[in-house]
């Protein structure tokens, strides 16, 4: 039987939805590995190394090119949504306030781990396969070394939320090192992405945004609360296309929109709420378009053995920059290893900033595999290593 291809679609996304929330309510996954862990399992195991080499014919039938042009489409969208809430969510005031505390931790805990990366990065460059084509040496360890010193902002958010320390002093406190870095994050993203071919374009973007920024602040200041959502969604387009055309990557665009406008200027509640439909509604897509993109072309051992390496370098370095940053400013005993377990969560920012460097061929499909993987096997170890570790320092929860 002859099936169109919205048909098709709605089965990809029957399942899309259907088996992850199946595995994480049947399975009760929810203590080491939330929805949101679960749907990009999911997405791996759905690609074509996994359901495509198991049952090739379903599989090329499911997700032919024109469904997957579909999905990719709400893909994209999705993820262009999310990534500007975690930009206007950024509170530089608050770092500012504790720029010193903030500067250090933030700074130990990107600088170790992307070091410990680089090194595993500079050690695979031995081996044909897992740089991408476009990519010096350079722009490959680093790419792969920044992957490492990744936190994930959103999902540290609700990590947090689920051990009750969100709103505690200890919470606000890694949101403020966590912030920092983010913004860290895309500013060494734009270096990796810089393509001095296209210079001329890039600094034309930036100084045009720069120009736009300050019109749409003025506008968002002076129109009523219920217009600025609908301004912002036009600024997001716009600045991803900028930054598309100018050749760094429609998300540092989606970035950047958030960052350079104020969350206060949008209602709180409304903002959780839309991380949370957007993250219910379409993000599941975007783990799907997500795993689509894995291959085991290296061999299956050679890509778990490359993840292995890069998981030790994440939370080591983590958990060794922010032991340094304890004993420097004088934290209490143990203080150390839990910021630093909250803060080596991975998952969505560095999915986001993995499919980044595939696209632009920094990296090839072994390598993102791997990095997938590491970020899921981060980001699982997060709330059972915390919880025993929370419990031992009852003081970080009655100040």
């Given at each position: 039987?002859?099936?169109?291809?919205?048909?098709?679609?709605?089965?990809?996304?029957?399942?899309?939805?259907?088996?992850?929330?199946?595995?994480?309510?049947?399975?009760?996954?929810?203590?080491?590995?939330?929805?949101?862990?679960?749907?990009?399992?999911?997405?791996?195991?759905?690609?074509?190394?996994?359901?495509?080499?198991?049952?090739?014919?379903?599989?090329?039938?499911?997700?032919?090119?024109?469904?997957?042009?579909?999905?990719?489409g709400v893909a994209w969208?999705?993820?262009?949504?999310f990534v500007m809430i975690?930009?206007?969510?950024?509170?530089?005031?608050?770092?500012?306030?504790?720029?010193?505390?903030?500067?250090?931790?933030?700074?130990?805990?990107?600088?170790?781990?992307?070091?410990?990366?680089?090194?595993?990065?500079?050690?695979?460059?031995?081996?044909?396969?897992?740089?991408?084509t476009e990519a010096k040496?350079?722009?490959?360890?680093?790419?792969?070394?920044?992957?490492?010193?990744?936190?994930?902002?959103?999902?540290?958010?609700?990590?947090?939320?689920?051990?009750?320390?969100?709103?505690?002093?200890?919470?606000?406190?890694?949101?403020?090192?966590?912030?920092?870095?983010?913004?860290?994050?895309?500013?060494?993203?734009?270096?990796?992405?810089?393509?001095?071919?296209?210079?001329?374009?890039?600094?034309?973007?930036?100084?045009?945004?720069?120009?736009?920024?300050?019109?749409?602040?003025?506008?968002?200041?002076?129109?009523?609360?219920?217009?600025?959502?609908?301004?912002?969604?036009?600024?997001?387009?716009?600045?991803?296309?900028?930054?598309?055309?100018?050749?760094?990557?429609?998300?540092?665009?989606?970035?950047?929109?958030?960052?350079?406008?104020?969350?206060?200027?949008?209602?709180?509640?409304?903002?959780?709420?839309?991380?949370?439909?957007?993250?219910?509604?379409?993000?599941?897509?975007?783990?799907?378009?997500?795993?689509?993109?894995?291959?085991?072309?290296?061999?299956?051992?050679?890509?778990?053995?490359?993840?292995?390496?890069?998981?030790?370098?994440?939370?080591?370095?983590?958990?060794?920059?922010?032991?340094?940053?304890?004993?420097?400013?004088?934290?209490?005993?143990?203080?150390?290893?839990?910021?630093?377990?909250?803060?080596?969560?991975?998952?969505?920012?560095?999915?986001?900033?993995?499919?980044?460097?595939?696209?632009?061929?920094?990296?090839?499909?072994?390598?993102?595999?791997?990095?997938?993987?590491?970020?899921?096997?981060?980001?699982?170890?997060?709330?059972?290593?915390?919880?025993?570790?929370?419990?031992?320092?009852?003081?970080?929860?009655?100040?």
């Amino acid at each position: 039987m002859h099936m169109q291809t919205a048909e098709i679609f709605l089965i990809a996304m029957a399942i899309i939805f259907s088996v992850p929330y199946l595995l994480w309510r049947i399975g009760r996954t929810e203590y080491y590995a939330p929805l949101v862990v679960v749907q990009i399992i999911t997405g791996i195991l759905l690609g074509p190394g996994v359901l495509g080499s198991a049952f090739p014919d379903y599989y090329t039938f499911v997700f032919n090119p024109a469904v997957v042009q579909s999905l990719n489409g709400v893909a994209w969208w999705a993820v262009m949504l999310f990534v500007m809430i975690a930009g206007l969510e950024l509170d530089v005031s608050q770092v500012w306030r504790n720029r010193r505390e903030t500067g250090i931790t933030a700074g130990l805990a990107l600088s170790v781990p992307l070091i410990f990366g680089a090194a595993v990065a500079a050690i695979a460059l031995m081996w044909d396969g897992w740089r991408g084509t476009e990519a010096k040496s350079w722009q490959f360890v680093l790419g792969v070394g920044m992957s490492c010193a990744v936190t994930a902002l959103p999902i540290l958010v609700l990590l947090m939320e689920k051990l009750g320390i969100l709103r505690q002093p200890i919470g606000q406190r890694i949101l403020r090192y966590a912030s920092l870095d983010d913004i860290a994050i895309w500013g060494v993203l734009a270096l990796i992405l810089m393509d001095w071919s296209r210079l001329g374009r890039q600094l034309f973007f930036i100084v045009g945004l720069v120009i736009a920024a300050m019109v749409v602040r003025t506008v968002m200041r002076r129109i009523p609360e219920r217009d600025r959502w609908y301004v912002a969604l036009i600024w997001l387009a716009l600045c991803a296309f900028g930054a598309d055309w100018s050749g760094l990557h429609f998300m540092v665009g989606a970035f950047l929109a958030g960052a350079s406008l104020d969350g206060q200027w949008f209602n709180r509640e409304q903002m959780d709420g839309l991380r949370h439909n957007v993250l219910l509604v379409m993000m599941p897509v975007f783990f799907l378009s997500t795993g689509l993109r894995t291959a085991w072309t290296m061999g299956g051992g050679s890509v778990f053995l490359l993840a292995a390496a890069l998981l030790v370098a994440s939370i080591a370095g983590k958990l060794l920059g922010t032991r340094i940053a304890g004993r420097v400013l004088g934290w209490p005993p143990g203080e150390s290893g839990l910021v630093g377990w909250l803060l080596q969560t991975k998952a969505l920012i560095m999915i986001i900033f993995a499919n980044i460097l595939l696209d632009k061929q920094v990296i090839t499909s072994p390598t993102f595999t791997a990095l997938l993987l590491m970020a899921v096997g981060s980001t699982m170890l997060t709330v059972p290593v915390a919880t025993p570790r929370l419990k031992m320092l009852p003081h970080l929860l009655s100040n």
